[in-house]
């Protein structure tokens, strides 16, 4: 049988986009990622053009679906609605699969521009998957008809093959894993942690990833006395990611807005609870009272309280990371993710083909 063939509109730059190709090259797939900005890595084929801001997606566009018609795909599969939408409306192709990341479907829709090609893209596609319920219903909300064609296909995890024990009890390691953005919320932590330690003298708080905020956030620090406790540890590489939530004993997601929370399946996956704010997808990856603690969004005294609450009990601590630990063996594990797209590959390309006259 014939390789199958699938073109991938979506960010070169986007450590999310290349574990999706790479898992699904493994599977057999041959795939060909078109993108904006970012250059071509490791064994992936790639189209790269230069990104100069929004109007970028529109002066590629005809070069992009020519380069994407060249390749002879079986399926073309669009990650992020907007922007790379327009390259699939543009494409004239079937089937197209779309997978919705977040802010292309809860933010974006606020222009009317956006919202107008979003919402052709999710009546064109042939499929569509949302990384969490939250988002397929957001999607629905936006195109009610596409209730029939989403799924959930969450963005799974890889779980260490051994659980790392916790560090010492003394002192009490905490971390943060997001950019430093406004949604992200780390102003919010940084002003609850004048709280918490008051309470808890000796405790340490480690701030992970750069930002448009960091050299604000580092003046907050410096402001509030705090720079004793609160660390900046820097941009991550991927490698990194779970040895740094091993050294700490719980981390910390006081989001804004939050589609999903990969960050939080890490954390998990490392059996450390996660204290998050209540907002979007978050619920589905932290059971509150058992995998970790759900505060409401802004509320600093609540997210204070949350983390004295963990602080001082080590034993609930261990009780809630093996929880999340157990979460994300049942539910969130990258192989899972990666089978359930490429069953769907399979299944879009084979019903493609058996619809194609020989």
Same mark, same amino acid.
């Given at each position: 049988?014939?390789?199958?063939?699938?073109?991938?509109?979506?960010?070169?730059?986007?450590?999310?986009?290349? #574990?999706?190709?790479?898992?699904?090259?493994?599977?057999?797939?041959?795939?060909?990622?078109?993108?904006?900005?970012?250059?071509?890595?490791?064994?992936?084929?790639?189209?790269?053009?230069?990104?100069?801001?929004?109007?970028?997606?529109?002066?590629?566009?005809?070069?992009?679906?020519?380069?994407?018609?060249?390749?002879?795909?079986?399926?073309?599969?669009?990650?992020?609605?907007?922007?790379?939408?327009?390259?699939?409306?543009?494409?004239?192709?079937?089937?197209?699969?779309?997978?919705?990341?977040?802010?292309?479907?809860?933010?974006?829709?606020?222009?009317?521009?956006?919202?107008?090609?979003?919402?052709?893209?999710?009546?064109?596609?042939?499929?569509?998957?949302?990384?969490?319920?939250?988002?397929?219903?957001?999607?629905?909300?936006?195109?009610?008809?596409?209730?029939?064609?989403?799924?959930?296909?969450?963005? =799974?995890? #890889?779980?260490?093959?051994?659980?790392?024990?916790?560090?010492?009890?003394?002192?009490?390691?905490?971390?943060?894993?997001?950019?430093?953005?406004?949604?992200?919320?780390?102003?919010?932590?940084?002003?609850?942690?004048?709280?918490?330690?008051?309470?808890?003298?000796?405790?340490?708080?480690?701030?992970?990833?750069?930002?448009?905020?960091?050299?604000?956030?580092?003046?907050?620090?410096?402001?509030?006395?705090?720079?004793?406790?609160?660390?900046?540890?820097? /941009?991550?590489?991927?490698?990194?990611?779970?040895?740094?939530?091993?050294?700490?004993?719980?981390?910390?997601?006081?989001?804004?807005?939050?589609?999903? =929370?990969?960050?939080?399946?890490?954390?998990?996956?490392?059996?450390?609870?996660?204290?998050?704010?209540?907002?979007?997808?978050? /619920?589905?990856?932290?059971?509150?009272?058992?995998?970790?603690?759900?505060? /409401?969004?802004?509320?600093?005294?609540?997210?204070? =309280?949350?983390?004295?609450?963990?602080?001082?009990?080590?034993?609930?601590?261990?009780?809630? =990371?093996?929880?999340?630990?157990?979460?994300?063996? /049942?539910?969130?594990?990258?192989?899972?993710?990666?089978?359930?797209?490429?069953?769907?590959?399979?299944?879009?390309?084979?019903?493609?083909?058996?619809?194609?006259?020989?």
């Amino acid at each position: 049988m014939a390789p199958k063939r699938v073109v991938v509109f979506g960010w070169a730059t986007s450590v999310h986009t290349r #574990r999706w190709i790479e898992g699904l090259s493994s599977r057999g797939f041959q795939i060909r990622l078109i993108s904006l900005g970012g250059k071509s890595s490791g064994d992936i084929d790639t189209v790269v053009y230069p990104r100069s801001g929004r109007l970028s997606y529109l002066r590629y566009c005809r070069q992009a679906v020519r380069a994407a018609a060249k390749f002879k795909p079986d399926l073309i599969h669009v990650h992020y609605a907007a922007g790379f939408g327009l390259w699939g409306l543009a494409s004239r192709f079937e089937p197209i699969l779309v997978s919705v990341w977040g802010t292309d479907i809860v933010d974006l829709p606020s222009n009317p521009v956006f919202r107008f090609s979003i919402k052709a893209l999710l009546r064109k596609a042939t499929w569509i998957t949302a990384t969490s319920r939250y988002l397929r219903d957001v999607a629905v909300q936006l195109r009610p008809e596409v209730a029939q064609r989403i799924s959930v296909v969450p963005f =799974g995890v #890889r779980v260490p093959d051994r659980a790392a024990p916790f560090p010492g009890d003394k002192p009490v390691r905490i971390c943060f894993l997001k950019a430093h953005r406004s949604v992200s919320g780390p102003d919010i932590l940084i002003r609850a942690m004048k709280e918490v330690v008051r309470v808890i003298p000796d405790i340490r708080l480690s701030i992970a990833g750069i930002g448009p905020m960091t050299a604000e956030l580092q003046g907050m620090v410096r402001n509030y006395g705090l720079e004793d406790n609160i660390t900046f540890v820097g /941009q991550l590489e991927i490698d990194q990611v779970y040895t740094f939530l091993q050294k700490h004993h719980m981390m910390v997601m006081p989001s804004r807005r939050e589609s999903f =929370g990969v960050a939080a399946l890490e954390a998990a996956a490392c059996g450390r609870p996660v204290i998050g704010a209540n907002v979007g997808g978050v /619920q589905e990856v932290i059971v509150d009272g058992e995998t970790g603690l759900l505060v /409401q969004p802004e509320d600093e005294a609540g997210l204070a =309280g949350a983390i004295i609450k963990l602080a001082l009990d080590a034993d609930l601590r261990y009780k809630m =990371g093996l929880a999340g630990l157990d979460l994300v063996e /049942q539910n969130f594990r990258w192989e899972k993710s990666l089978d359930a797209m490429a069953a769907l590959y399979e299944r879009l390309i084979c019903e493609k083909r058996k619809n194609t006259p020989v």
